[in-house]
């Protein structure tokens, strides 16, 4: 908060504001609705005006408020008020100037306000989308490394098998029942075609009833 060691005295400021703008004591008291006595108090510093007078006086010299405020040491010197109270009480300048300056100063304030709000928005916006970007990146990453990591599906097996031997085998893996098996068919040779049964006698079932018949009649 501004002192009175930091800023003049607001008696001082306001007549020096009231001569600028060529009024009287008696004048501007009318004008701010206080009396002739009490404003020549606060002018020589003997009385400290409230809030409500200091707004009084700012209306009439047409001055901001926050000016005035900022002179008495009731507002901190922030938010441009320190310019503004300086266009007020610069000598060299006419009310009407002081108040186009002021005018222009504070539209120009806005301005910067309003562009300063929407770039935030903007940037905010962008950083949003940038986050959205990323986590959509990072799902379909997580995606793809989690179908390469999966085990591939077994082939079905033949419906088919022919059944393994059992036993030991060779030193090549063959199994020692089939080569031992090879071996017996190769010394016995080719296995004998089947015959096929005729209606009439063969040579040796004759021979086999003749011989029959031999025996019985040696029993006999």
Do not use: H
Not at 29 to 55: D, F, H, M, T
Not at 74 to 88: F, H, R, T, W
Not at 203 to 208: K, L, N, S, V
């Amino acid at each position: 908060m501004a002192t009175s060691k930091d800023l003049p005295d607001v008696g001082g400021f306001i007549r020096d504001l009231r001569r600028n703008a060529k009024i009287s004591l008696r004048q501007l008291a009318e004008q701010a609705g206080v009396s002739n006595p009490y404003l020549s108090q606060i002018e020589r510093g003997l009385r400290k005006p409230s809030a409500e007078v200091l707004q009084q006086l700012a209306s009439a010299l047409r001055v901001s408020t926050p000016a005035m405020y900022l002179r008495a040491g009731l507002l901190d010197d922030k938010e441009g008020q320190g310019v503004l109270a300086a266009i007020a009480v610069d000598p060299e300048l006419t009310m009407a100037q002081k108040q186009s300056l002021t005018q222009i100063y504070e539209t120009f304030r806005r301005e910067n306000a309003r562009l300063a709000e929407a770039t935030e928005a903007a940037a905010t916006a962008e950083t949003a989308a940038a986050t959205a970007e990323t986590a959509a990146t990072a799902e379909k990453a997580a995606t793809t490394e989690t179908a390469a990591t999966e085990p591939a599906t077994a082939p079905e097996a033949p419906a088919t098998v022919a059944a393994a031997a059992t036993g030991p085998v060779t030193p090549e893996g063959t199994p020692t029942e089939a080569v031992l098996e090879s071996v017996a068919v190769t010394e016995a040779g080719a296995a004998p075609a089947p015959t096929t049964t005729a209606p009439q006698d063969t040579t040796a079932r004759r021979a086999a009833r003749k011989a029959a018949g031999a025996a019985e009649e040696e029993q006999s």
